[in-house]
């Protein structure tokens, strides 16, 4: 990942929570190290997996000197945390699911844009639906979709509707530590924490594709029943703040 850094250039950070995913990581991984944005740091952390992600990794890890942890299992948000507040040194922060990949040029994109909007807090655009095969799935969508480019992602709007799919965002480091970081007492880690970036700062949609997104049986979107409840609490945990923001 050394070669052909530019130094001038932001540092991003990239964070992949690994769990169980051993047909799929080493395609996350390799749209990382690939990237055509080079100053990147990679941050792996296995989250407790009882496939063979444990050997594939150590196997990538040889080969790119990205940095790799194993811990016991922690959960999604938790491990997020860690790998962001303990290890990433960068400006901006993206990543990946462990089953999920990044379009080669995505971070140089959205670096380019960051640094063009310094009032901007994160920025975030679409991704393709693809099976197990890697193969896009056409008329699917994992989130939905932005209606208005201004109005979405404006707080009253992305509380109504959540636009936002995870793998194609990028964010200001130091306005995630502002926001307090992932939820760890939710399964809707990431919502929460787009509601705290819209309250507090500027999201910008930018109409292209950044990543792609894997759907199959084990997603956690599958769960309907417990997804529309920690929905409701996210809502609900924002009720005694609401009048600041509503005229």
Not at 6 to 27: C, G, K, M, R
Not at 37 to 66: A, C, M, P, W
Not at 135 to 142: F, N
Not at 173 to 194: A, F, M, P, R
Request: proline fraction near 4%.
């Amino acid at each position: 990942m050394e070669q052909g850094k530019n130094i001038d250039e932001p540092l991003v950070s990239v964070f992949v929570p690994s769990y169980n995913h051993e047909a799929y990581i080493e395609e996350c991984i390799l749209s990382i190290v690939n990237q055509t944005y080079k100053n990147i740091e990679l941050i792996v952390i296995d989250d407790g997996s009882t496939d063979h992600s444990r050997e594939i990794l150590q196997k990538l890890q040889k080969q790119y000197g990205f940095i790799l942890e194993f811990q016991e299992n922690q959960g999604l948000s938790k491990t997020l945390n860690k790998i962001i507040g303990q290890y990433a040194k960068g400006k901006y922060i993206t990543g990946s699911s462990s089953d999920d990949f990044m379009m080669p040029d995505k971070i140089e994109r959205q670096v380019r844009y960051m640094e063009s909007d310094p009032d901007c807090s994160l920025v975030f655009g679409k991704v393709y639906m693809v099976d197990n095969d890697s193969r896009i799935i056409e008329g699917l969508a994992v989130v939905d979709p932005v209606e208005d480019p201004i109005k979405s992602v404006q707080f009253e709007g992305l509380i109504e509707s959540n636009c936002i799919p995870a793998p194609s965002v990028m964010y200001r480091k130091d306005i995630w530590e502002k926001c307090g970081g992932y939820n760890e007492h939710s399964i809707i880690e990431d919502w929460g924490l787009w509601l705290e970036f819209a309250y507090s700062g500027k999201i910008v949609f930018l109409d292209e594709y950044f990543a792609y997104y894997r759907w199959h049986g084990s997603n956690m979107t599958t769960y309907t029943l417990e997804m529309y409840t920690a929905a409701w609490e996210i809502v609900q945990g924002w009720k005694d703040r609401m009048p600041q923001i509503i005229e």
